[in-house]
């Protein structure tokens, strides 16, 4: 299972990134990535990741696969926490990684967003 931890919904993923998702994972789950306070102190951030590492945990020990991962994608200071929290628990964590194409009209920038493969969160 493949637990999607992120602003992005699968349901608004690419079919490139759907298909790529369910060939190495099988199911998709999504978990929201939460709001994370910009007054928050690291101690605060440090806590709020705690709860959701235990989700997880929580979410992949009653799952019937085991070929689990975690896509990782959201407020620095957070991901770095939770990634570090999975990955000392040999939780797989991944990202996913695109091209950006940016066109401008007007006085606007319009930038679309391309999949092109999940990379694995190494220690």
């Known amino acids: 299972m493949l637990i999607n931890l992120s602003n992005h919904p699968v349901e608004k993923w690419s079919e490139k990134q759907i298909n790529e998702a369910k060939k190495n994972y099988g199911e998709i ?7 994370i306070n910009p007054d928050w ?4 951030v440090e806590n709020f990741s705690q709860m959701y590492f235990e989700e997880i945990q929580a979410i992949i020990e009653s799952a019937h696969n085991q070929n689990n991962a975690v896509h990782v994608m959201g407020e620095l200071t957070f991901t770095f926490n ?3 929290k999975l990955l000392s628990q040999n939780i797989v964590c991944i990202a996913s990684t695109s091209k950006r194409n940016v066109t401008e009209k007007g006085n606007k920038k319009i930038t679309e967003f391309n999949f092109v493969r999940f990379r694995e969160y190494k220690k």
């Open 82 to 84: 939770i990634v570090y």
């Open 41 to 44: 102190d690291e101690e605060t």
């Open 29 to 35: 789950r999504d978990l929201p990535f939460p709001e």
